[in-house]
């Protein structure tokens, strides 16, 4: 593996309920290496936003947790992470459809799933424990579809295979993942911020674009404009004024 030292040290379990529970429990215990990952191939009870699970047939997909000490970032600071985990997975998925047409349509749906065209293929869960005004540790989730043919009706889900017509190694999918979160976090901690700033907007799903949506006040007409220091979606309305938006404040539609 390419790597200085993410997913140098690596727990592999053969069946698990949720690699961030998982994470979450080893962190209570013992403080392991930075760039630890803890990685199954057939999770039973992932974790997704919005307190959703994140689903996945066995022996199918990857399901990898990270751990990160980014005691250099403020509290305030969180949505960095947020921004180089969904920056690394496009990166990934970048390299997999590379021979593929539907490359062009990656994109980074707020706050951090990946999506090609209009169907999602990977999610991030980022669990931080602050101390004072710092973060303490972060636990990375990514989830993404490899190998898997066959989903749920109703879930708005796409695979690797399904795109580019072949499989993949899943170890080697493991060890490309671990390149490209190392690379934006050392992007992060050398304060390259406008770099990802720049390249996280550039690939959000529906910028700059008028699409509809739906708040507590109703379905409006908005145009994405950019992300807060906090995370929060800023939406340009029909109104001209720019609301920001929380992330069960507002729905894709």
Not at 30 to 53: A, D, H, M, S, V
Not at 68 to 75: D, I, T
Not at 180 to 191: H, I, N, V
Not at 218 to 243: C, M, Q, T
Request: hydrophobic share 40%; aromatic share 10%.
């Amino acid at each position: 593996m390419k790597t200085l030292f993410v997913g140098q040290n690596s727990i592999h379990l053969k069946l698990i309920d949720s690699t961030n529970s998982y994470a979450s429990e080893l962190l209570k215990e013992t403080k392991p290496p930075e760039g630890t990952l803890i990685y199954t191939f057939e999770q039973k009870n992932g974790k997704g936003q919005r307190g959703n699970k994140w689903q996945s047939e066995p022996n199918k997909n990857g399901a990898f947790s990270f751990l990160l000490y980014p005691v250099f970032l403020r509290a305030e600071e969180q949505f960095l992470l947020t921004k180089i985990a969904s920056l690394a997975v496009y990166d990934l998925m970048s390299v997999l459809l590379a021979d593929t047409d539907k490359m062009r349509e990656i994109r980074i749906k707020w706050p951090n799933d990946i999506y090609v065209g209009s169907r999602k293929i990977a999610g991030i869960l980022i669990e931080n424990t602050l101390r004072e005004k710092n973060i303490q540790n972060s636990i990375v989730g990514i989830g993404a579809n490899i190998n898997q043919t066959v989903f749920e009706p109703g879930l708005n889900a796409v695979s690797v295979v399904q795109l580019t017509g072949k499989e993949f190694e899943l170890k080697s999918v493991t060890e490309k993942l671990c390149e490209f979160l190392e690379a934006r976090y050392l992007q992060l901690k050398s304060g390259k911020l406008g770099l990802i700033h720049a390249q996280y907007l550039q690939r959000l799903f529906r910028f700059d674009e008028w699409h509809s949506y739906a708040s507590a006040d109703g379905v409006f007409e908005g145009k994405i404009k950019g992300v807060s220091e906090l995370g929060r979606l800023r939406v340009e309305l029909e109104n001209a004024v720019i609301a920001e938006f929380d992330l069960k404040q507002i729905q894709f539609l």
